[in-house]
């Protein structure tokens, strides 16, 4: 029984395998001229996606036809070529054709996780003792959907991650003429502010010292997917010490939203013979 269900990880996998690059069944530099056949990618694309959402270790999921150490190792090779970034690219163009993207207003906000082993991306949580963790800035658009994703320290503030979170716009076709970004009490000052007014965008931005209820806004949204993207056991609690193999999860977890709420949404206006019987893709 697959982690995710089939009508997620298919079209996953499609957008996925196309851009894999070619690679030769057998090594054609073994000194005897043979060696043992290499694991087929998608069987370690499903133990990727497994450690994905369980969060256990390698050797928990590692089976008889896929060690941990090729899941290792394919895990890098294909988070150095910026796979899953690329497919989450895929999933936005694909969502925006069939339902179309709110970009007229954006919420960005920060989420701290566990990071037990450390590593290049884990910093010291403010919220945990002073332990291990990691923060991900995260910048949807008006319904929750995530556009970009970035990956800190959890002792890193929330207003300097703002620049690079916007900057991961570029890869959509455009924005609208006039779009307001919504920010809570942690981005209100002047370089969050200037930086707005130098992309030409609006901020909404929650002022310090008013209670929250009062000005909740419309940022609910960015919270909601943020819950969702917890829903993956990795992001809860990132054993992983690469920057990029970090990235590679926070991406394919985008993806993995992005799709299921295309599916989600796309039932209320389209109708096809292979949709899913459930309302709630679990």
């Not at 179309?100 to 920060?110: C, K, Y």
């Not at 963790?133 to 929330?158: C, F, M, Q, Y």
């Not at 809860?236 to 999860?249: G, I, K, M, S, W």
Request: net charge positive; aromatic share 6%; with cysteine.
């Amino acid at each position: 029984m697959p982690v995710v269900p089939v009508c997620l990880l298919e079209p996953l996998w499609e957008q996925f395998a196309a851009l894999l690059p070619e690679r030769p069944i057998v090594s054609p530099t073994h000194p005897l001229g043979c060696h043992r056949r290499r694991i087929p990618d998608r069987v370690v694309f499903e133990h990727v996606v497994a450690a994905l959402v369980h969060g256990s270790g390698y050797e928990r999921i590692a089976s008889p036809g896929c060690s941990d150490g090729t899941i290792r190792r394919r895990l890098r090779e294909w988070a150095a070529l910026g796979l899953s970034e690329q497919v989450h690219t895929l999933a936005l163009r694909a969502y925006d054709q069939m339902l179309g993207l709110d970009l007229a207003d954006l919420a960005v906000d920060g989420c701290l996780t566990k990071a037990p082993g450390g590593g290049a991306v884990a910093g010291r949580s403010p919220v945990d003792r002073g332990k291990q963790g990691l923060k991900r800035s995260l910048v949807t658009e008006g319904t929750g959907i995530p556009l970009h994703v970035v990956s800190a320290g959890a002792n890193r503030h929330d207003a300097p991650l703002l620049a690079p979170t916007l900057a991961g716009l570029d890869k959509l076709d455009g924005l609208p003429d006039e779009v307001t970004v919504h920010l809570d009490r942690a981005y209100d000052g002047a370089p969050s502010r200037a930086l707005l007014a130098e992309l030409g965008f609006e901020g909404a931005i929650a002022r310090k010292g008013v209670p929250a209820p009062i000005q909740a806004g419309t940022r609910w949204v960015v919270e909601r997917t943020h819950s969702w993207m917890n829903g993956y056991g990795k992001l809860r609690r990132c054993t992983e010490q690469l920057h990029a193999v970090v990235d590679f999860y926070l991406f394919l977890a985008a993806a993995l939203v992005v799709l299921r709420q295309l599916i989600q949404r796309a039932r209320l206006r389209y109708r096809w013979p292979t949709r899913p019987s459930t309302r709630r893709l679990k």
